[in-house]
Each structure stands twice: as C-alpha cells, then as structure tokens.
C-alpha cells in the first residue's frame, strides 16, 4: 500500500488540506467538488524590503547594560535593553500568501459519491476522485521542481464532461465553497491585493502585484489553461472552459527577488511547459522527486490493515484510543522528508516557520526564520535522513545574512565578526526582532546557524564545501570573541538570556536577562571546536586557532543544580516556568555533542533528571519541544521514552492532515520527529557509527535503508525480535569507521567506496 494521507471528504478548513510544493512553490489542496481551491505561497513573497534597522544607541549603553547584570539590578538593566537594545524599526519582514487559484464548476448539484482525497507521498501527487451526476471525476495536483509549475490534471470518465470557469485572486477572505450558479455574492474579495490581472492570450491569464513596504518584491502569478475537446476562452478575469474531456491547468509564478521581469518570466516558462504532454510532465516529476525520496525505505514490522484503512484523522483519533499504529509512524516520519523535499530545493529560500505553506497575510510570528531553535530543527533530518541537497538553502541564507550581521556586530556592540539575533527574514536581516524580553536580547543566532556549515561537511566529506563557507563560521567565532566579557575567572556573553525562559531571584523578582547562560556556553564550545578541527582539515588559520584554545580555557563547565538537573544559567535559579518547553541548557545533549551517556554519564544523568523534570511540570506542550525531547531521549539511549513521545506527538500535537501542531500549525515538530526517529535507530556524533541506540520494545521487528551517517556512509539495519540481524553500511571514500552495537565494537577499514560490509549478531 502506498504511503498516503487520505480523507473521505472535501477540507472544511486549511488544517485538513494537503500540501504540495517544489520548493518554491507551495499548494493546499482542499479538494471541493463544486469549487476548489488551491491556496498558494512563492517562498518570496515577503513584506517590505530589505532596511537598517541597528538600533544606533546600543554601543552606547551596552556597558551601562552589562554594569547592571554585574551588580543584580536585572529588572533595570532590561528595562534598559528594552529601550537600547531593540530593532528600529522593531518588525522584520513578514512571509504573505501568493493567493489562491479557484476552479469554479458548472451546475448546481451538491451531491456526490465515492469520495477521496489522497497525498500519495511515495509520488509527490495530490490527487481527488468522486462521482457526481454518474460522471467519475479525478484531479491529480503536483509541483514540479523541474518545471517550476504547479500543474493540475482534470479527467471524467465521459465525455464533455468538464466544464468550469478558473480565476487566480489574492484576497483575505472566507471561502464559498457552494455551486458558483448558486452564490448571490460572488469573487467576494477575491482581488484586493493585487495591482493587475490581465489576459495574456487565450487561454492564460496573470496577475501582477507588490508586496507592501518600501523596496517589497514584485510578483507575478500566471495560469495557462490545455483542454481537449471544448471550448476555452478568457472573459474579464476568468478563463471558462466548456464541454472539454480532459485539461491540464498550469501555474508558474515569479517575484523580483530572483527576476528582473517577473511576468515575462511566467509567461516563457508556461510557454515551455505547454510543449509537455501531461504524461510527460508527471514522468518527470516522479522521476525528480524518487531521487531524492527513494533514497530511504522504513518498515515496522507486521501492518495492520485495518487501521491502514481507515482516513488520517480516524487513525489519529484510534492513537488516542490506544491502538497500535506503527503504520502511521512510518508515514509520519517519510512525511517529514516529504515535506523537507517540498519545501527546501536548491535554489529556494530555507524552510520557515510553515515551510513554505502559509493563508495569512499577517502570519503567527511573521512566518520568519527563527534561529533560537525552530529554522535549525527544521534542518535536523536533511543529512541523517539523506537529503543533503535539501539543506543547501539553509547555508545560502546563512551567507545572505553575512554582510549585515557584520554591521549589527560593528554597530550595535563594536565588535568584528558576524552576528544575528533570534529571528531573520527573506533579506538576512539580524538587527533585533520584537520587544520580548524572553528572546529578543540573544546574540547566538549565527553562531548556532554556522554549526549546520559544519553537520553538512561531516556527512559530505566535501573539503571544497568546507573551504567555501569556513571564514563564516570564523566571523560567528570572532564575534563571540569579541562580545565576552570578564566574570571572575571566567569570560561569559552579557547581556544574553536562556530562550525563552525566565528565573527568580533571590529577592523573589522575575528575571530574563543575565550573563553566561548555559546554552550560550555549550554553542560557543561547538562553534569553537568545529573551527578547531576545520582549521586543521584545511590546514589553515593557526594565530586564529590559538585564540580560540585560549578562551576555550575560560568558558565555564556544565554544571549540575539542586535538583540534579543541568543549570540554565550561571547561577541556581528557581525556574519561573519548570514545565517551559524550550530546554535550552540541554542543548550539549542534542544537538550538541558534549554530554553522551558513555563519556559524561553524571551529566547525562543530570540531562535525565532535565527532563523528567521539565515533563512532571507539563513540559512538551508544542509540537516541536516535544520533537526535540523526542531526541533527547534518543541520545540518551532510551527508546521506549523517545517512543511515547513519538505516540504524544501524534496524539496531541498533530493535524489532520499531519502538519505540527505548536498550536497554531509550525512546521518544526515534523522535522523534529522525522529526526528523531533515525536518532533512534543510528548515531553517528561520537566518531563512531551506533547501531539500534534506542530501540523501543514496540518496535520489535524492522529495516530501515539509507539512512545517512558522518563520514560519509549510507547505513541499513534490519532487527528482529528487538536484535539486529544485519546491518549493511557503504562507505562513499577511503577511511575506517568504528561501529557498536549492544556493546560490541568493530572497527572496519574501507578501502573502496562501493564496499559493502556485513554485519551479523
């Protein structure tokens, strides 16, 4: 049975339809019999353009500020940050829907038959089929990367049969979803933010528009209708189709970010595209996607088919009743890497905070890239999970960034190097983004961001990759450099805070600010010893090396509380929240790498204890901080805990169509879990390959193939009875890996790429 989300009915809302998308354009598809809709997003379609907004008075009080935190006069020093400290303006860019393309079809009759609305995710296509009038209907929607189209391919099994009229539109609105013939108020609204729609032939219609704000993009969306049989012709803003047996409706569009002429670029392109059949177009982008998808199978063992038939929803709600389902953990994790493909392509911008799928013109938290957690767990699962490809737009906006987190450096706090704060936008910005005292004051946004520079060399191998783009994490580490500041006998980053939790003091007033937070030292040691060992590959930087060993020496440790847990900060606090879903100060677990079960086993106790502790205060409550315990688990080696909160992910954090649920939907928690789960079935973070780490006892019996692991090797298990039986690894150059499972080591030399090693227990 094909992986597939499937309904048995049209979606009443955006949380029931099924995306598509090919990395820069994105589709939901609600599958309505008498009115589709197919709501839009081009991953630039941003407000406003690129601006200055370094606050310029925060050299100027940043000792002020920091003479505060050392004296304990926190609550005056964030008063003071809130002021010094802030963007200006205080707003980045926010993320804005492309529209929406409607297909209105004649008639007046609501009833139907045999309904079903499928994303096949083993093929990237959307697909919709009913019988109406004893005419059976299908639509298959896709996006292909190729093509750069969203095309849909309308079918009835009689002919002159499809008959409907189109109309894209960019509007706000409540969608009418009755029989167009029916509808008294008609297109409400349908077009309230665009500047033109125009014919351009035919059968092809465009709109043009600009994003509000000075210096916003323009764009550009255009439809081009293929019937066969019929009529098809353009009246006012709607192209109307009559008696046809067949139409192939294709979408293109384009904004000024990446063309000068964005509506002459739609236009040539849905040109091309028109010489395909439909048949040739869906080859291909099958063909296209299998490249990347295919590269990883996952079983659990025995399916069962009864809950395999029934609706996503219905299988979500049988989770919740206690049903077993290692069917929908499959699809749930495959859906992640369906996702990743869809929305994350070279050439595209990085996933936001929805991918790329978003109806609101004023999104929850701008649709941004939020660097304190979410943009980078979005990129958890590219390399473990083979989708190295799919990672590169998170380093192109890295280097886009590069310039302007220079000058928020100089700037704000006169330091060199590369800097950005908790969140950037489509134009890099890393000037300070909101006035929240909990998030906005954090200087580890590059710093964090450059360790996936890292991750993708330690998987690659790709010294030339590495060479390119290591003076940037040089400039995340010459900021840190910079910005640390004595405190006794240590150095520590002031002011900064632990994302996005709060503290007492011991005069009982609540805390955000403070000096030395726990993350910001375990980021700075990563950052610090990913330079070290790039220095060394390439063989260069040594003055700069020194420098960094040196202040290495006067970080502070880890340190255990009171409770046993990891500290948060660099003193005991009492927690505001203990259930607060970020767990900042476990970051040196995953992603990190400084506390392992095996080499720091007092801190991963304390990690342990972090957790137990954050959960028994009703930590986990979003969908992606129950993805990152999910992983925390994983690296402490514990799968049946990973595995519930797999199950608690799916049972209190999941839509109906599988999207996270934070709540409202953010698309980190299906990313995270994806992750998760490979951490569960192979680690690679200690310089060896670790087999089955934290394998549940549910999942007694299964395989995985391709999965990926540092040093360039493709991995694929097989267990039974809770046992590996074999294990198959490829290594992609020369070198020698150390492999472990139950205990056992075994390290093997490879001296040819294509070498196939066999494991048996």
């Not at 710093?447 to 890292?454: G, R, S």
Request: hydrophobic share 35%; aromatic share 10%.
């Amino acid at each position: 049975m094909n992986k597939a989300i499937w309904f048995d009915k049209p979606a009443k809302d955006w949380n029931e339809a099924l995306p598509i998308g090919n990395g820069r354009l994105g589709g939901m598809i609600y599958g309505n019999i008498n009115t589709e809709c197919i709501q839009l997003n081009e991953d630039s379609v941003w407000y406003g353009g690129p601006r200055d907004r370094n606050n310029p008075s925060a050299k100027e009080y940043l000792p002020q500020i920091r003479k505060l935190i050392m004296d304990g006069k926190i609550s005056e020093a964030q008063d003071l940050c809130a002021f010094a400290l802030s963007g200006t303006p205080e707003e980045q860019s926010h993320y804005e829907p492309l529209g929406n393309l409607y297909i209105h079809f004649s008639g007046v009759d609501e009833e139907y038959a045999e309904y079903k609305r499928q994303l096949n995710i083993d093929n990237a296509i959307a697909e919709v089929s009913y019988v109406q009038r004893d005419v059976h209907y299908q639509r298959q929607i896709i996006a292909s990367y190729p093509q750069q189209v969203i095309a849909i391919h309308l079918t009835a099994d009689k002919e002159k049969s499809l008959s409907f009229h189109i109309q894209l539109a960019r509007g706000n609105i409540t969608w009418d979803f009755s029989p167009f013939q029916k509808q008294v108020y008609r297109h409400p609204g349908y077009n309230t933010c665009i500047d033109r729609c125009e014919s351009i032939g035919e059968d092809a219609f465009v709109i043009t528009g600009q994003c509000g704000g000075k210096g916003a993009v323009e764009f550009s969306c255009a439809i081009k209708v293929l019937a066969k049989g019929g009529s098809t012709q353009v009246i006012g803003s709607s192209i109307i189709v009559k008696e046809a047996d067949e139409v192939t409706i294709l979408l293109a569009a384009d904004t000024t970010f990446r063309e000068k002429n964005p509506k002459q670029s739609v236009i040539t392109r849905l040109e091309k595209v028109t010489q395909l059949k439909w048949e040739e177009l869906l080859r291909e982008h099958i063909k296209d996607y299998h490249t990347l998808y295919q590269r990883v199978k996952f079983c659990l063992g025995k399916k069962e088919t009864i809950v395999e038939d029934l609706t996503t929803p219905k299988r979500l709600e049988a989770l919740q009743k206690g049903v077993q389902d290692n069917a929908l953990i499959e699809l749930f994790y495959q859906y992640g890497r369906y996702l990743l493909i869809s929305c994350s392509r070279p050439g595209s911008l990085p996933a936001n905070l929805q991918g790329i799928w978003n109806a609101d013109f004023m999104p929850p938290w701008g649709s941004k890239f939020t660097i304190n957690i979410n943009a980078q767990m979005n990129y958890w699962p590219a390399e473990v999970c083979n989708l190295s490809e799919c990672h590169l737009p998170l380093i192109d906006h890295i280097e886009r960034m590069r310039e302007n987190g220079k000058k928020t450096a100089d700037v704000m706090y006169g330091c060199k190097g590369f800097m950005a704060h908790h969140n950037t936008d489509i134009w890099g910005d890393t000037a300070p983004q909101d006035v929240c005292l909990s998030s906005t004051y954090w200087v580890m946004g590059a710093a964090w961001l450059c360790l996936h520079i890292w991750e993708h060399y330690t998987f690659t191998g790709d010294k030339r990759f590495l060479a390119t783009h290591y003076p940037t994490m040089c400039e995340a580490a010459e900021f840190i450099l910079d910005y640390l500041t004595e405190d006794g006998d240590y150095l520590v980053t002031s002011p900064t805070l632990s994302p996005e939790n709060e503290y007492i003091l011991p005069n009982g007033e609540k805390g955000v600010i403070c000096k030395g937070a726990s993350m910001d030292n375990q980021i700075i040691r990563e950052l610090f010893s990913s330079c070290l060992k790039a220095s060394e590959i390439l063989n260069t930087n040594e003055i700069f090396c020194e420098k960094l060993r040196e202040t290495l020496g006067k970080i502070a440790p880890i340190q255990i509380g009171k409770h046993g847990q990891i500290m948060e900060w660099n003193e005991d606090y009492e927690e505001v929240d203990p259930g607060h879903r970020h767990i900042s100060q476990l970051f040196a677990l995953h992603p990190g790498t400084q506390i392992s079960v095996e080499k720091t086993p007092d801190l991963a106790k304390a990690a342990e204890n972090t957790l137990y502790r954050r959960l028994s205060n009703g930590g986990g409550h979003t969908g992606w901080s129950r993805a990152w315990i999910i992983n925390m688990w994983a690296r402490l080696k514990n799968g049946d805990e990973a595995l519930f909160h797999v199950k608690e992910l799916l049972k209190k954090s999941t839509l109906p169509n599988l999207f996270d649920n934070h709540p409202p939907f953010q698309i980190d928690g299906n990313f995270g879990c994806t992750a998760g789960i490979a951490e569960m079935l192979m680690q690679s973070h200690e310089g060896k390959i670790v087999l089955l780490p934290a394998l549940p006892k549910e999942w007694e019996n299964g395989e995985i193939e391709g999965l990926r692991a540092r040093g360039g090797f493709t991995v694929n298990l097989a267990w039974e009875n809770g046992k590996l039986t074999s294990a198959m690894i490829r290594a992609d150059a020369e070198g020698k890996v150390c492999i472990e499972y139950a205990g056992e080591k075994k390290e093997i030399l490879f001296k040819d790429g294509q070498l196939f090693v066999n494991i048996n227990q």
